[in-house]
């Protein structure tokens, strides 16, 4: 397994990954993802009372550590991992969630030899001006304020050279921890690891390009032409790559800086309202919204209105899926419990759900909020209960669904934040009418029964031809049932190993009884006052047999 593992990946990446997560005590999990190999080299060089400090550490915390070491790559996953608050209690969500971007910043030559290579020219001859010191400097992409011939105020994203490569091993890396993870722990396959990490690539490969951010920004600016309250940076295309974006500078107050907030005397309730209303009209009306609205990419400008920046990690929802999320909000905030239960067991797919079960807590949960009024209701705090409900029924989110509870989240935080009386339900509860008012008009009703007799038309059709190839399959005899398992692959793997290991065992077994037996017989050549071709049995019996042991220790086995 290791000499497959050294053929695919940087051999000193893996040896770098495997040492920090020893030393955060994570080396047992090594061994049972098939890597044990990869640990005699770092083991040893790991100070014992290094080792003993992390170990006495909670997992989450340890977890945290090791992914801010193992580069933005694992931290960016930890991001993720963050918004799936279906699948980790509170302590690992919020240890996730301390996850940082902040890294020390590229020396601006570096980056300015990077700005060329993407202009096709100097910056100079694109820029009157360019700060050297960054206004920000994240794991992906640095960014400096500049000015350009023309005079206005813009900020430069440039990515950081050499990053893609690095986060390309990387992956390679996940992708192959998340097949070993399933294959070996069945525990954790609810988890989706395989389909947790493809996620993550796709998420991650969009990230990395800065022309695909600049799009994501005008869709949404596209969305919202029509509402003066949302102010999306213009980016200037002329010098925008998948490198580098430049994008109007966006003078305004972030709403992190609450006492700057209160020196321009801005009305904190009527932002936090407003940037509710935006961003849930993303969600429900577009299906496509900006997936990280924290408060240092939401900004206050002087009139009342709200800009975002940064859209690199957006969200989308199908039409579908917006159905099924506008059917879940409106029976929490109306108190349904049925349709909240419906709702679930079309999530949980073809999960071993006890329904019977599941319908029970959620009438108890309904029933915890029924009699609480709408001002004092926790909109949070509900879809909270529903992902510790989740959990509890071993059930998982869809991934987009996941980010979507996250960003509400997000917000609900950030509207308490500005304002204390904040509720995310009131905000809520007009766009979710509407939905559903939108959902069951008579012409919605006509375009999605037009749709589904179309297919079920096609299907009709198609059904004499699909059953006309069975029949021929079947009359030739090429029918078959072909079953792949990880498990018995894996298993049938180890069983070779072992089976190869016997046969060289006997075989050094026999080599040493035959020289034996030669070394009794009288004649022969002799070398050192003994037969020749018994001491040659005799050496290749050693050799074998070091072969043998060493083979055993690489591979784990002799732990």
Same mark, same amino acid.
């Given at each position: 397994?290791?000499?497959?593992?050294?053929?695919?990946?940087?051999?000193?990446?893996?040896?770098?990954?495997?040492?920090?997560?020893?030393?955060?005590?994570?080396?047992?999990?090594?061994?049972?993802?098939?890597?044990?190999?990869?640990?005699?080299?770092?083991?040893?060089?790991?100070?014992?009372?290094?080792?003993?400090?992390?170990?006495?550490?909670?997992?989450?915390?340890?977890?945290?550590?090791?992914?801010?070491?193992?580069?933005?790559?694992?931290?960016?996953?930890?991001?993720?991992?963050?918004?799936?608050?279906?699948?980790?209690?509170?302590?690992?969500?919020?240890?996730?969630?301390?996850?940082?971007?902040?890294?020390?910043?590229?020396?601006?030559?570096?980056?300015?030899?990077?700005?060329?290579?993407?202009?096709?020219?100097?910056?100079?001859?694109?820029?009157?001006?360019?700060?050297?010191?960054p206004l920000a400097a994240a794991s992906i992409a640095q960014?400096?304020?500049?000015?350009?011939?023309?005079?206005?105020?813009?900020?430069?994203?440039?990515?950081?050279?050499?990053?893609?490569?690095?986060?390309?091993?990387?992956?390679?890396?996940?992708?192959?921890?998340?097949?070993?993870?399933?294959?070996?722990?069945?525990?954790?396959?609810?988890?989706?690891?395989?389909?947790?990490?493809? #996620?993550? /690539?796709?998420?991650?490969?969009?990230? %990395?390009?800065?022309?695909?951010?600049? +799009?994501? @920004? &005008? $869709?949404?600016? *596209?969305?919202?032409?029509?509402?003066?309250?949302?102010?999306?940076?213009?980016?200037?295309?002329?010098?925008?790559?998948?490198?580098?974006?430049?994008?109007?500078?966006?003078?305004?107050?972030?709403?992190?800086?609450?006492?700057?907030?209160?020196?321009?005397?801005?009305?904190?309730?009527?932002?936090?309202?407003?940037?509710?209303?935006?961003?849930?009209?993303?969600?429900?009306?577009?299906?496509?919204?900006?997936?990280?609205?924290?408060?240092?990419?939401?900004?206050?400008?002087?009139?009342?209105?709200?800009?975002?920046?940064?859209?690199?990690?957006?969200?989308?929802?199908? #039409?579908? /899926?917006?159905?099924?999320?506008?059917? %879940?909000?409106?029976?929490?905030?109306? +108190?349904? @419990? &049925? $349709?909240?239960? *419906?709702?679930?067991?079309?999530?949980?797919?073809?999960?071993?759900?006890?329904?019977?079960?599941?319908?029970?807590?959620?009438?108890?949960?309904?029933?915890?909020?029924?009699?609480?009024?709408?001002?004092?209701?926790?909109?949070?705090?509900?879809?909270?209960?529903?992902?510790?409900?989740?959990?509890?029924?071993?059930?998982?989110?869809?991934?987009?669904?996941?980010?979507?509870?996250?960003?509400?989240?997000?917000?609900?935080?950030?509207?308490?934040?500005?304002?204390?009386?904040f509720d995310m339900a009131t905000q809520a509860r007009p766009?979710?009418?509407?939905?559903?008012?939108?959902?069951? /008009?008579?012409?919605?009703?006509?375009?999605?029964?037009?749709?589904?007799?179309?297919?079920?038309? &096609?299907?009709?059709? *198609?059904?004499?031809?699909?059953?006309?190839?069975?029949?021929?399959?079947?009359?030739?005899?090429?029918?078959?049932?072909?079953?792949?398992?990880?498990?018995?692959?894996?298993?049938?793997?180890?069983?070779?190993?072992?089976?190869?290991?016997?046969?060289?065992?006997?075989?050094?077994?026999?080599?040493?009884?035959?020289?034996?037996?030669?070394?009794?017989?009288?004649?022969?050549?002799?070398?050192?006052?003994?037969?020749?071709?018994?001491?040659?049995?005799?050496?290749?019996?050693?050799?074998?047999?070091?072969?043998?042991?060493?083979?055993?220790?690489?591979?784990?086995?002799?732990?």
């Amino acid at each position: 397994m290791w000499d497959t593992l050294i053929a695919s990946f940087d051999t000193a990446r893996v040896q770098t990954l495997a040492g920090i997560l020893v030393r955060h005590g994570f080396g047992d999990l090594l061994r049972r993802l098939g890597i044990a190999r990869a640990l005699h080299r770092v083991e040893g060089a790991v100070p014992v009372e290094r080792l003993e400090h992390w170990i006495s550490q909670p997992a989450p915390v340890r977890v945290r550590h090791a992914l801010e070491e193992m580069g933005p790559c694992f931290v960016k996953l930890g991001q993720l991992l963050a918004t799936r608050v279906d699948l980790f209690p509170p302590e690992w969500i919020a240890e996730f969630s301390r996850l940082q971007n902040a890294v020390p910043p590229v020396p601006f030559e570096i980056l300015r030899q990077e700005m060329q290579e993407a202009l096709g020219q100097a910056p100079e001859a694109a820029f009157l001006s360019i700060d050297a010191a960054p206004l920000a400097a994240a794991s992906i992409a640095q960014v400096h304020r500049a000015r350009l011939a023309d005079g206005r105020e813009v900020v430069i994203k440039v990515r950081r050279p050499g990053i893609r490569p690095l986060v390309e091993a990387d992956m390679r890396l996940l992708q192959y921890a998340a097949r070993r993870i399933e294959a070996r722990f069945p525990e954790l396959r609810r988890f989706h690891p395989v389909g947790m990490v493809r #996620q993550f /690539r796709n998420s991650l490969m969009q990230e %990395l390009d800065l022309a695909a951010e600049c +799009r994501n @920004a &005008e $869709r949404i600016a *596209a969305g919202f032409s029509d509402d003066p309250r949302l102010i999306v940076p213009a980016v200037h295309w002329s010098c925008t790559s998948e490198r580098m974006n430049v994008q109007d500078y966006v003078d305004g107050i972030a709403l992190a800086d609450l006492a700057g907030l209160e020196r321009a005397g801005v009305d904190r309730a009527a932002i936090a309202r407003t940037g509710a209303q935006l961003v849930l009209k993303m969600m429900l009306r577009d299906g496509f919204f900006h997936a990280d609205p924290h408060s240092g990419n939401v900004f206050a400008l002087a009139d009342s209105r709200i800009a975002l920046i940064d859209f690199g990690m957006v969200g989308r929802l199908s #039409q579908a /899926r917006r159905g099924e999320v506008v059917q %879940l909000l409106f029976g929490l905030v109306e +108190r349904d @419990a &049925e $349709r909240v239960c *419906a709702v679930l067991l079309d999530w949980a797919g073809e999960a071993d759900v006890d329904t019977a079960e599941l319908a029970t807590d959620v009438d108890a949960f309904i029933d915890r909020y029924h009699s609480v009024p709408l001002a004092q209701l926790d909109l949070a705090r509900m879809l909270l209960d529903v992902t510790v409900l989740l959990r509890q029924h071993r059930l998982a989110l869809p991934a987009d669904l996941a980010l979507l509870i996250k960003v509400c989240l997000t917000l609900d935080g950030l509207g308490r934040r500005l304002d204390p009386a904040f509720d995310m339900a009131t905000q809520a509860r007009p766009f979710l009418r509407r939905a559903m008012i939108e959902r069951y /008009r008579p012409a919605t009703l006509a375009r999605r029964g037009m749709t589904a007799l179309a297919d079920f038309s &096609e299907l009709i059709v *198609a059904v004499p031809q699909e059953l006309r190839r069975l029949l021929r399959t079947l009359r030739g005899g090429k029918a078959g049932l072909r079953m792949q398992v990880e498990e018995l692959r894996d298993f049938s793997r180890d069983v070779s190993h072992s089976a190869n290991r016997l046969a060289g065992s006997l075989v050094i077994a026999a080599l040493i009884v035959g020289s034996s037996i030669t070394m009794t017989v009288k004649g022969g050549p002799t070398l050192l006052g003994l037969p020749f071709f018994g001491l040659l049995g005799f050496v290749g019996a050693s050799l074998a047999g070091v072969w043998l042991l060493w083979s055993i220790f690489r591979s784990g086995g002799g732990r």
